[in-house]
């Protein structure tokens, strides 16, 4: 099952960076399970997305917003892009 969930992505200048983008936070309505099979511990998970190097983000276009690979959550199974300034569940 596709899940869209309410999510946002908040870039982050570092100390000396020029007014560059180094780092995203991607924030997110996570459903992940919790104590039981029927409980679920509904709130907001915040995942640190890291521009460039191995394992990094890259970010595509500032205008509109569009980073690259895909974003996923171990937690809850959400998985998606963030292009073109919106989320894109796949």
Known sequence: ?????????????????????????????CIAPNSGPDDWANGWEETRLPLGGPNGWTLVSQEPLTIAPSIWCRRCDT?????????RSV
């Open 1 to 29: 099952m596709v899940r869209t969930p309410e999510c946002s992505l908040v870039h982050y200048e570092l100390p000396g960076d020029e007014g560059r983008s180094t780092e995203f936070w991607w924030k997110h309505e």
């Open 79 to 87: 998985h998606g892009f963030f292009e073109n300034g919106s989320w």
